[in-house]
T-cell receptor, first 114, second 111 residues
């Protein structure tokens, strides 16, 4: 398929473990976004890349959260020393060029921290 | 303080009737508004949008209305179909480009 893909789809971690979530955007899309969606709530912005440059990371909730996109395509969201409050669906979206272009979302990774 | 609010967590309508989903916002810097549709286990899908310079945008069965003075927008679906059953998210964006989402309204269209 040509859509945004995310892996793994489900992740269970013990409190204190580190996790890495992967996002493969649509080929050729310049902009990439990460969102966190808690149960019963809407997606909340975490961070934004334009190519390999992380232009906005104002939504990252703590310094345990780190995102990278080293070659301007695949992105990884890493959460260190996971806590129970990190349990959520993590959504990735990409858009063709500008931030204002239509965002295409992946299916998300559901993270459960025990 | 939630800047985008969808006050109705759920809505149920009969097939063929109109569905009206509402959204209120507080930040006057928002200048672009979007509606997304989400099925279970999938990511949100863009549905329709409206710029703050307009008060209405229509696309087939879907129409979005914007009342800037009231900081209110609504999505009308007519006629509603069972396949429209999903969670609908309202989102707002300023020049900075970052989208702020509401908590969603679950629409159920009964055959």
């Amino acid at each position: 398929g040509a859509g945004v893909s995310q892996s793994p789809r489900y992740k269970v971690a013990k409190r204190g473990q580190d996790v890495a979530l992967r996002c493969d955007p649509i080929s050729g899309h310049v902009s990439l976004f990460w969102y966190q969606q808690a149960l019963g709530q809407g997606p909340e912005f975490l961070t934004y890349f334009q190519n390999e440059a992380q232009l906005d990371k104002s939504g990252l909730p703590s310094d345990r959260f780190f995102a990278e996109r080293p070659e301007g395509s695949v992105s990884t969201l890493k959460i260190q020393r996971t806590q129970q409050e990190d349990s959520a669906v993590y959504l990735c979206a990409s858009s063709y060029q500008r931030v204002a272009d239509t965002q295409y979302f992946g299916p998300g990774t559901r993270l459960t921290v025990l | 303080d939630q800047q985008v609010k969808q006050n109705s967590p759920s809505l149920s309508v009969q097939e063929g009737r109109i569905s009206i989903l509402n959204c209120d916002y507080t930040n006057s810097m928002f200048d672009y508004f979007l509606w997304y549709k989400k099925y279970p286990a999938e990511g949100p899908t863009f549905l329709i949008s409206i710029s703050s310079i307009k008060d209405k945008n229509e696309d087939g069965r879907f129409t979005v209305f914007l009342n800037k003075s009231a900081k209110h927008l609504s999505l009308h679906i007519v006629p509603s179909q069972p396949g429209d059953s999903a969670v609908y998210f309202c989102a707002a964006r300023s020049n900075a480009g970052k989208s702020t989402f509401g908590d969603g309204t679950t629409l159920t269209v009964k055959p």
